[in-house]
């Protein structure tokens, strides 16, 4: 006899509610990676940090948020996600704080460290609360929908609030938007968030949290030095070592009865699939897009605001994208629904590699590679997330953002250093011999360098470098568009492939 069949249960105006708050901390998260940008010259000026002093001020969030995403998300499914939530919230607000009100760089330092911590407790615990508020695959895929679209938001509304308020106050002001929201959070949060945690889980293990963030923050630093510095010996040992920690990582987690990240996972096609499509359009839009802030400011001649406002229809095609696919998989299978949007994004990529110094082609470019990406990050996520248990779920999602981040990071490194590789090659050829040593040098490293040069010079020999400089910069541009269209275009056959059975969510 055949069992019936059980539907999902509809999500009610509680879940509904829930997740609007949820999307709150993932707001604050994203604009707290943008907003320090802004303020990093005033607070250079108010609290004179040493040059290591300010690098760390910048990294430690983003080396604390990769470096404690998996222990957070598996901690989360031990404890309660929503009381990992909350206390994330609590030490988030408490953090911005301190940053707001830092009397010296050390202390910045600090709260920064304190944010990055707290960060990483978001992005697992909100997505895996959405995996058991939300039954129905419909409701399912578009409440993660909603919930990458806030990051999204949050990361273009970060530099327009934080210039406001830089406007206005002082430096500290662009840490207060954090206190809030958080408060809401945790004011809210208990009200209309269930709680949930794997039964009978057993206690963290200490010895894995300790490897899982020394692996990742051995990787991760040395990927953000090559981007910074090029390869050289320290940042190559750098990864070695954390490759060979994360070794001795996963060999431990399968002698473990219950283990930190559950490796089984990995043998589901969909879930490595859906992992590694994410990380790979990571990779491409992180790589590419740094490059074309620069191409706005420096071969454009915007000022950074203006370059902003300029790339904001970008974080705006990407909302529409995201926000349309839980539709679109309605009617389209999700294998096509992804080919498709990376196929959008291949052409997006295409489309910049003839730019020629045209704002109308690089926005064009930009916007078309950023509708293509929305609906690939918004099903792959809810594809990880959804082939995984619900007490596995904490875990998954943070394999899911532990992924973008190394696919970022990894993004910038790589294809920075092939897009600079291209710049000095040509450059070291074309620079005018009559251009003096020191100039020469500062024109080799970057085309910034090559722009303040060049203004320093006498007029036709400060053209003919800064001419020599744009060119190297333009060739070493499109190197990068075009091996993001040729990424971009073989992941979508890719994905045709592996996730042609994937299932089409129920209609909401």
């Known amino acids: 006899m055949t069992a019936p069949t059980v539907t999902p249960a509809k999500a009610t105006r509680r879940e509904w509610i829930g997740l609007a708050v949820l999307i709150l901390?993932?707001?604050i998260y994203s604009m707290d990676l943008t907003v320090l940008n802004l303020a990093v010259p005033h607070l250079s000026e108010a609290l004179q940090p040493g040059a290591v002093q300010l690098l760390w001020i910048i990294d430690i969030y983003g080396f604390l948020v990769a470096g404690c995403l998996a222990t957070m998300g598996t901690l989360g499914d031990r404890i309660g996600r929503r009381k990992?939530?909350?206390?994330?919230?609590?030490a988030f607000a408490g953090g911005s704080m301190l940053a707001a009100f830092a009397p010296n760089a050390d202390l910045l330092v600090g709260a920064r460290a304190l944010l990055g911590i707290a960060g990483a407790t978001i992005a697992p615990s909100t997505l895996s609360l959405i995996r058991n508020m939300f039954h129905d695959d419909g409701e399912r895929t578009f409440a993660i929908g909603v919930w990458g679209t806030s990051y999204a938001v949050g990361g273009s509304i970060g530099p327009v609030l934080g210039g406001i308020l830089l406007e206005y106050f002082w430096w500290g002001s662009v840490f207060l938007l954090a206190v809030p929201a958080m408060a809401l959070v945790l004011i809210l949060g208990p009200r209309l968030i269930p709680e949930y945690k794997s039964p009978g889980a057993e206690r963290l293990d200490l010895a894995s949290a300790a490897l899982s963030l020394t692996a990742v923050l051995g990787v991760v630093y040395g990927l953000k030095q090559i981007a910074q510095d090029g390869l050289h010996?320290?940042?190559?040992?750098?990864?070695?070592?954390?490759i060979a920690v994360g070794v001795v990582f996963v060999r431990r987690q399968r002698?473990?009865?219950?283990?930190?990240?559950?490796?089984?996972?990995?043998r589901k096609p969909a879930f490595s699939a859906a992992l590694a499509t994410n990380v790979f359009g990571v990779f491409v839009i992180f790589g590419s897009f740094l490059?074309?802030?620069?191409?706005?400011?420096?071969?454009?001649?915007?000022?950074?605001?203006?370059?902003?406002?300029?790339?904001?229809?970008a974080s705006v095609t990407t909302v529409i994208g995201s926000m349309s696919a839980p539709l679109v998989v309605r009617f389209v299978p999700p294998a096509m629904v992804v080919a498709g949007g990376l196929g959008l994004c291949s052409l997006g990529f295409l489309i910049l590699t003839q730019v020629d110094g045209s704002l109308p082609l690089l926005i064009a470019g930009m916007l078309i590679a950023s509708i293509g990406?929305?609906?690939?990050?918004?099903?792959?996520?809810?594809?990880?997330?959804g082939s995984a248990p619900p007490e596995r779920a904490g875990s998954a999602a943070a394999i899911s953002e532990t992924g973008a981040e190394f696919g970022g990071v990894f993004g910038i490194a790589v294809l920075g250093s092939i897009g600079m590789a291209v710049y000095r090659g040509m450059i070291a050829e074309r620079i005018p011999p009559d251009v003096p040593?020191?100039?020469?040098?500062?024109?080799?490293?970057?085309?910034g360098g090559a722009t303040a040069a060049a203004?320093?010079?006498?007029?036709?020999?400060?053209?003919?470098?800064?001419?020599?400089?744009?060119?190297?910069?333009?060739?070493?541009?499109v190197t990068v568009a075009a091996i993001s269209a040729l990424l971009t275009l073989a992941l979508a056959v890719t994905a045709a492939f592996f996730f042609r059975k994937a299932p089409a969510p129920a209609r909401a």
């Open 25 to 27: 901390p993932c707001l």
């Open 84 to 90: 990992l939530l909350l206390i994330g919230a609590a």
């Open 233 to 242: 010996v320290l940042p190559a040992a750098a990864i070695l070592a954390g």
């Open 255 to 266: 002698r473990l009865p219950d283990p930190f990240i559950d490796l089984a996972l990995f």
């Open 291 to 313: 490059f074309s802030s620069q191409y706005l400011q420096l071969m454009l001649g915007l000022s950074p605001l203006e370059a902003a406002l300029w790339m904001l229809p």
């Open 373 to 385: 990406l929305g609906p690939v990050f918004i099903l792959t996520t809810d594809l990880i997330v």
């Open 437 to 447: 040593a020191s100039a020469a040098k500062a024109a080799r490293d970057t085309l």
């Open 455 to 477: 203004g320093d010079l006498p007029g036709a020999t400060g053209d003919a470098l800064l001419m020599a400089a744009r060119d190297a910069f333009a060739t070493g541009y």
